[in-house]
Structure formats: structure tokens, C-alpha cells
């Protein structure tokens, strides 16, 4: 059994989007966060809510859970893989900094 959530890479889930697929995109960091930037599309659920809104993450259908460098999106995956035995997740390897560095220059960074 894997131990760690699985992931994509920002390029993956950028190709993916951009093919127009249907992914919801789950955003756990703060809200400060949030405000500052984010993907288009994402939906905030911050890490400490997660538990008691996981109604809010769809049970069909890929779910990419985003942070800023991928380690709360990690934990939040594998807490929604491994506990509630969600198989659609994945967790956007290195986060948005990530997303910023590989896909788009343009995106603010912090």
C-alpha cells in the first residue's frame, strides 16, 4: 500500500485544465493565502476545516488539493485517501510557488 498521497505535477494538472478537464480544485491554505493568489476555478478549504467540510470535496471525479509548497496539500490528500478512503485525490506536487515556477511566470509568488 502506498504511504504517501499520490501526486501531479503542475505541468500535468496545467495540460489537463487546459484540455478542459473536470477537475475540482481544492485550496487549503488560509485565507490571507487565498487572497493573495490562486487558481482560477479553486475552491478555499482551509487545512484546520478540512475535517468537518469534507462534504464540500466531491466524491467522483479527480480532486487536485493545492497549497503553497505542496505539504498541507499533502497531508490533506492523505488524510482524504487514507482515511476516508477518497481515490480521486491528488496533491499538486510543490504547490502554487510550483505552479509559479513551472507553468506560469506571471503568477504571484510570496
Partial sequence: ??????EISPEELHRRLQAG?????VDV???EEYDY?????SRLLPLGELTRRTDEIRQDGP???ICHHGVRSGQAAGYLR??????NVLNLRGGVAAWAAQVDPAFPTY
Avoid at 21 to 25: S, Y
Avoid at 37 to 41: E, R, T
Avoid at 82 to 87: M, P
Fill in 29 to 31: 491554505r488560509e485565507p
Fill in 63 to 65: 480532486v487536485v488539493v
Fill in 82 to 87: 487514507h482515511r476516508l478512503g477518497r481515490a
Fill in 37 to 41: 493568489c490562486h487558481l482560477p476555478g
Fill in 1 to 6: 500500500m502506498e504511504s504517501a498521497p499520490l
Fill in 21 to 25: 478537464d473536470d477537475l475540482q480544485l
